[in-house]
Every structure is written in structure tokens, then in C-alpha cells.
């Protein structure tokens, strides 16, 4: 089982396996998901085989960065003192235009102006030298 690296009271992803390609790619500002590639049909989250073809065959592939809003939440309450700062803020579920779904913040749009597909597009949050994640904003 793995550890988070703790950062600032947050727990930070452990870069191994998937994860670490998924956020080596994050690092260099381009957003990309794993998808098969025998049936071309996107892993979300990337996984060792797909569930349409049951192919072990993977790929990266970029994404546009833009897509919609497809459901969100807005936390009250802090699940630890590191998130403070941060109350509330938009947590959020982000159809991309090529069909992938992603968990992620929402940021700069007040909250009372959020609407179910809201065209949004990705902008990258550098959280240490060595991880960076991938937030939305209003397009």
C-alpha cells in the first residue's frame, strides 16, 4: 500500500505507476488520458485493461483542456487544517470534449454562478516542483 508525501498538512499523490505518468504529464502542461490502443476508448482513471475491448494495450493521449461542467459540490466543512484556506471552494466533475470525465476544482467563477454545462477549460495549479494538477475555470 502506498503513502501520500505530505506537503503543507496535504497529502500529496504518490508518484508510481499510472499516476506518475498521468501527473508527469500534467507537469508539462498538457493534459492527456490513458485510453486503449486497440479500441481507442478512454481509462478514466487509467487502468492496466479496458473495459470495452478487455485489451491490455495502452496509450497517452492529449486532450483539448476544454469541455463542461458536468456536476459539482461545494465543501463547507475542512477535513483537516490545511484545507482552511481553501473553504469553501467548487469541487467538480469535468466532462472533456473528447468524452473523458475528471474529478477537479472549479475556479474563478463565484459559486451562485456555476451552471450545468458550463463551458470550462483547464489551467495548471504547480503545487510543488514536482506536482502540478490540473483545475478548470469558466472558458
Not at 20 to 33: G, I, R
Not at 55 to 72: C, I, M, N, R
Request: aromatic share 12%.
Amino acid at each position: 500500500m502506498s503513502t501520500a508525501v505530505k506537503h503543507d498538512d496535504f497529502q500529496l499523490p504518490v508518484m508510481s505507476g499510472y499516476a506518475k505518468e498521468s501527473y508527469d504529464l500534467c507537469k508539462a502542461h498538457k493534459l492527456s488520458f490513458q485510453r486503449c490502443a486497440k479500441c481507442k476508448t478512454f481509462r478514466q482513471p487509467p487502468r492496466p485493461l479496458c473495459n470495452k475491448c478487455h485489451s491490455f494495450e495502452t496509450e497517452w493521449a492529449p486532450v483539448k483542456g476544454t469541455g463542461k461542467l458536468y456536476a459539482w459540490t461545494i465543501p463547507m466543512n475542512p477535513i483537516g487544517k490545511a484545507w482552511v484556506s481553501y473553504m469553501p471552494y467548487v469541487a467538480a466533475i469535468v466532462e472533456l470534449d473528447e468524452g473523458p470525465r475528471m474529478a477537479t476544482w472549479v475556479t474563478d467563477v463565484p459559486h451562485d454562478q456555476l451552471k450545468l454545462n458550463m463551458p470550462v477549460k483547464v489551467w495548471y495549479d504547480d503545487l510543488t516542483s514536482e506536482v502540478t494538477v490540473a483545475k478548470f475555470k469558466p472558458a
